[in-house]
């Protein structure tokens, strides 16, 4: 049995997102860049898309220092991610509607690529060189299947191409607040893309290391608990053969590294249930708490344009959660 403790700072901030544009000084007339979606499984304008929808590009993203599906919640209305508990275990609440992450299932569906998530165990992903992610409300059953009864949550990953780009980023703190934690927090990300062959062999490479120290002491043994680590990778073969056909190869990982807080035990062995840190954020327990969950994924995706506003898709996708707590 375990008993894993995490804790959260949910903050919230005003902003404003603004397209490139242009201003006719003449008339004074403002002229917005159109935003193109793929919400209802076509490229299309998203003022045409008849469903609630919250869109954000590469631009917003990086903005609004969005890194995970849990920080995406707090900027899309009507949509929250419920702590169950331990990294990687997050139920999402989508209009009112919630179903615990133990029932293995969820009312709101992720898709990364076109890769379903349908269930609250694994319900995260790192946000890294991403193009877009589009966050509709409401049922979407008939277009995306099962686990969709109150909305989608589609990413999509930037596509390598012919421009090299490279992007590196640290990020380096003290944590002061009684409930971020009193430790260092570090991270560090990198994503590389470009041609192998110009207009027929592309590469992505994407990483992420997360590390942050615990905020709970143990007075048993003296050391903090419940620091959090994890990284993320994700690898990308892309060829086109041809103007029609277009063949994506992806895999990635996701790894966690956690401390927790977990159970004391008796000189007998015997497990005490329930016990939970004071309001010191102190606990005496000496049984050491881990969580060391990962998700895997491998993904081929296939497409071909059969004519200008015809093209079949082909996904085939392996994907695995490890729960080991």
Same mark, same amino acid.
């Given at each position: 049995?375990?008993?894993? &403790?995490?804790?959260?700072?949910?903050?919230?901030?005003?902003?404003?997102?603004?397209?490139?544009?242009?201003?006719?000084?003449?008339?004074?007339?403002?002229?917005?860049?159109?935003?193109?979606?793929?919400?209802?499984?076509?490229?299309?304008?998203?003022?045409?898309?008849?469903?609630?929808?919250?869109?954000?590009?590469?631009?917003?993203?990086?903005?609004?220092?969005?890194?995970?599906?849990?920080?995406?919640?707090?900027?899309?209305?009507?949509?929250?991610?419920?702590?169950?508990?331990?990294?990687?275990?997050?139920?999402?609440?989508?209009?009112?509607?919630?179903?615990?992450?133990?029932?293995?299932?969820?009312?709101?569906?992720?898709?990364?690529?076109?890769?379903?998530?349908?269930?609250?165990?694994?319900?995260?992903?790192?946000?890294?060189?991403?193009?877009?992610?589009?966050?509709?409300?409401?049922?979407?059953?008939?277009?995306?299947?099962?686990?969709?009864?109150?909305?989608?949550?589609?990413?999509?990953?930037?596509?390598?191409?012919?421009?090299?780009?490279?992007?590196?980023?640290?990020?380096?703190?003290?944590?002061?607040?009684?409930?971020?934690?009193?430790?260092?927090?570090?991270?560090?990300?990198?994503?590389?893309?470009?041609?192998?062959?110009?207009?027929?062999?592309?590469?992505?490479?994407?990483?992420?290391?997360?590390?942050?120290?615990?905020?709970?002491?143990?007075?048993?043994?003296?050391?903090?608990?419940?620091?959090?680590?994890?990284?993320?990778?994700?690898?990308?073969?892309?060829?086109?053969?041809?103007?029609?056909?277009?063949?994506?190869?992806?895999?990635?990982?996701?790894?966690?590294?956690?401390?927790?807080?977990?159970?004391?035990?008796?000189?007998?062995?015997?497990?005490?249930?329930?016990?939970?840190?004071?309001?010191?954020?102190?606990?005496?327990?000496?049984?050491?708490?881990?969580?060391?969950?990962?998700?895997?994924?491998?993904? &081929?995706?296939?497409?071909?344009?059969?004519?200008?506003?015809?093209?079949?898709?082909?996904?085939?996708?392996?994907?695995?959660?490890?729960?080991?707590?």
């Amino acid at each position: 049995m375990r008993k894993v &403790l995490f804790a959260a700072v949910v903050g919230s901030a005003v902003f404003c997102f603004c397209n490139n544009s242009t201003i006719a000084a003449n008339t004074g007339d403002l002229e917005l860049e159109g935003i193109t979606v793929t919400a209802q499984k076509k490229e299309e304008n998203v003022q045409k898309v008849p469903v609630g929808i919250t869109v954000f590009n590469t631009e917003k993203i990086e903005d609004a220092q969005i890194e995970s599906m849990s920080e995406l919640a707090g900027f899309v209305p009507n949509f929250m991610i419920n702590d169950e508990g331990a990294s990687g275990m997050n139920a999402p609440v989508m209009r009112g509607i919630y179903a615990n992450a133990m029932t293995m299932t969820t009312p709101v569906g992720l898709f990364i690529d076109g890769v379903p998530i349908l269930s609250a165990v694994g319900f995260e992903d790192t946000l890294l060189d991403i193009e877009r992610v589009e966050a509709l409300r409401g049922p979407q059953g008939t277009l995306y299947g099962k686990n969709t009864q109150t909305g989608v949550i589609n990413i999509i990953t930037r596509q390598p191409d012919n421009e090299f780009r490279v992007k590196a980023s640290a990020d380096l703190g003290k944590m002061l607040s009684a409930e971020a934690g009193n430790g260092l927090k570090q991270a560090y990300s990198l994503n590389v893309s470009g041609p192998v062959e110009e207009d027929k062999l592309f590469f992505g490479i994407a990483g992420k290391f997360f590390q942050k120290d615990g905020f709970i002491k143990n007075t048993n043994t003296g050391d903090p608990e419940d620091d959090r680590e994890h990284w993320f990778g994700r690898a990308q073969l892309r060829w086109t053969p041809s103007d029609q056909l277009d063949i994506s190869l992806v895999a990635s990982k996701l790894q966690y590294n956690d401390g927790a807080t977990n159970m004391n035990l008796t000189d007998t062995g015997a497990a005490i249930t329930g016990v939970s840190p004071n309001e010191d954020r102190e606990d005496s327990s000496n049984h050491q708490g881990y969580n060391k969950a990962s998700s895997d994924t491998q993904s &081929l995706k296939v497409k071909y344009n059969i004519s200008g506003a015809l093209t079949l898709t082909s996904i085939t996708a392996k994907r695995v959660y490890n729960d080991k707590a």
